[in-house]
C-alpha cells in the first residue's frame, strides 16, 4: 500500500514532442505529490508538485495531471527538449509537504533526441 | 530556491576507513533531515530520517551502528558510514525539510563512496 508505480522505465521522445510520465498510489492519505528531475552524478532537483484537491497544475513546460478517484497523477513535459533528458521520480507522501519520508517512484529515463 | 550542501561530493577510500559527509541546509533552518542510497539506475532508498536533537530512525533493514548519523543543528546533518567496505559503495543522498509544513524536501547533490 505504500507503494507508488511508476511507468515507463524509460521514453524517448523527438525534440518538440510531448513527454508523458505516469504514476499511480493506493495509500489514499497521502496528500503531496511532488516530481524530481535528476541528472547524472547529482542529487534530485524539484521540478513541480501537487495537492490532491487541485486536478492540473502547470509551471512552464510542466503539467501534473491529478485523477483522484484513479489515484494516478501524470507529469507531461511539452516541448521536450534535448535538455530534458535525465530521470524523473514521481513522489508521494502524508502529513505536510516535507516532514514525513516521500515514497519515491522507480524512475523513468527520459531521452529527447536533436 | 532553497539550498541544501553535500560535502564531500566524492570520496575513494580503503575498505575499514570511516567515512563522514556532511549535509548542510544553507538557508533554511532543517528540522529533518533524510539520509538516501542509491544505487546505479535505480530509485532513492530512505536509509533514515533524522530530527534535530533526537535520535535519528533507520528503515527496516539499515544497520544503525554500521551508518551513524547525528543532526546536531537546524543546518547540519552527518552521516558516517564506519569500517567501510566494498560493499558499502554507493551513491549517498541528503535532503533536508524546513519547519513550514508545505514545503518540500531539497536534495542534495551527493556524495560518491567508493571503497577500494
Known amino acids: 500500500q505504500q507503494q507508488v508505480k511508476q511507468s515507463p522505465q524509460s521514453l524517448i521522445v523527438q525534440k518538440g514532442g510531448i513527454s508523458i510520465i505516469n504514476c499511480a498510489y493506493e495509500?489514499?492519505?497521502?496528500?503531496?505529490f511532488p516530481w524530481y528531475q535528476q541528472f547524472p552524478g547529482k542529487g534530485p532537483a524539484l521540478l513541480i508538485a501537487?495537492?490532491?484537491?487541485?486536478s492540473e497544475k502547470k509551471e512552464g513546460r510542466f503539467t501534473i495531471s491529478f485523477n483522484k478517484s484513479a489515484k494516478q497523477f501524470s507529469l507531461h513535459i511539452m516541448d521536450s527538449q534535448p535538455g530534458d533528458s535525465a530521470t524523473y521520480f514521481c513522489?508521494?507522501?502524508?502529513?505536510?509537504?516535507?516532514?514525513?519520508?516521500?515514497?519515491f517512484g522507480t524512475g523513468t529515463r527520459l531521452k529527447v533526441l536533436a | 530556491g532553497a539550498v541544501v550542501s553535500q560535502h564531500p561530493s566524492w570520496v575513494i577510500c580503503k575498505s575499514g576507513t570511516s567515512v563522514k559527509i556532511e549535509c548542510r541546509s544553507l538557508?533554511?533552518?532543517?528540522?529533518?533531515m533524510f539520509w538516501y542510497r542509491q544505487f546505479p539506475k535505480q530509485s532513492l532508498m530512505l536509509m533514515a530520517t533524522?530530527?534535530?536533537?533526537?535520535?535519528?530512525?533507520?528503515e527496516q533493514g539499515v544497520e544503525k551502528d554500521k551508518f551513524l548519523i547525528n543532526h546536531a543543528s537546524l543546518t547540519l546533518s552527518t552521516l558516517t558510514v564506519t569500517s567501510a567496505h566494498p560493499e558499502d559503495s554507493s551513491f549517498y543522498i541528503c535532503?533536508?525539510?524546513?519547519?513550514?509544513?508545505?514545503?518540500?524536501?531539497?536534495f542534495g547533490d551527493g556524495t560518491r563512496l567508493s571503497i577500494l
Open positions: 535532503s533536508a525539510a524546513g519547519t513550514v509544513s508545505n514545503q518540500p524536501q531539497h
Open positions: 495509500n489514499t492519505a497521502f496528500d503531496y
Open positions: 501537487i495537492r490532491p484537491d487541485v
Open positions: 513522489a508521494a507522501t502524508s502529513g505536510g509537504a516535507g516532514t514525513y519520508k516521500y515514497i
Open positions: 538557508d533554511f533552518q532543517a528540522t529533518t
Open positions: 533524522s530530527n534535530e536533537g533526537s535520535k535519528a530512525t533507520y
